[in-house]
């Protein structure tokens, strides 16, 4: 019976380190996604705040400062 559960614990063992392979793959994929989308949201927004609602001489930083009203 000692060899059964030698070789039972070693599978657990094998099943959980694959696990953990498959999860770290999916949640780095998943960060590498989400980085990408809010970049590319960051990006489109500093556009839209540039075109839009930046005043003559006014970064688009000064103009997010003001437009959230901490001046």
Do not use: P
Request: hydrophobic share 35%; aromatic share 8%.
């Amino acid at each position: 019976m000692s060899k059964f559960v030698e070789v039972n614990e070693k599978i657990a063992e094998a099943v959980a380190e694959g696990y953990k392979k498959i999860e770290d793959g999916v949640v780095g994929g998943y960060k590498k996604i989400e980085k990408g989308a809010v970049d590319g949201f960051n990006k489109v927004n500093d556009k839209i705040i540039e075109k839009v609602f930046t005043k003559e001489g006014e970064t688009v930083e000064d103009a997010k400062k003001r437009l959230s009203g901490k001046q």
